[in-house]
């Protein structure tokens, strides 16, 4: 399985990610998609609030949501914190 190094807010951070993952981003859209959905009910947090938060517009987290735009690591940082979760959760 290949490890993807990613400096991150002064930490270093170890991902082992699928090769296939790699090759088709289709399948991180999802997976970022279902965890983003998934922390956001449990938070009872509308995409209003998110975007807030994170200083993203609420469209731009609509189509993450959708699948339709993968953020950058920075972005995944930033709607990691305002989920109160670490960035990894959001790609497992």
Known sequence: MPICLVWLSGVLINLFI????????????KIISKNMKKRRA??????????????LSRVYIGYVEQGRNTPTLEIL?????????KTKDLLE
Not at 20 to 29: A, E, F, G, W, Y
Not at 42 to 55: F, I, P, R, S, W
Not at 77 to 85: G, S, T, V, Y
Request: aromatic share 0%.
């Open 18 to 29: 699928p090769l296939d993952m790699i090759r088709s981003n289709s399948k991180l859209k």
């Open 42 to 55: 449990e938070l009872n947090m509308t995409q209003e609030d998110l975007a807030e938060k994170t200083k």
């Open 77 to 85: 940082e930033r709607i990691a914190n305002a989920l109160k979760i």
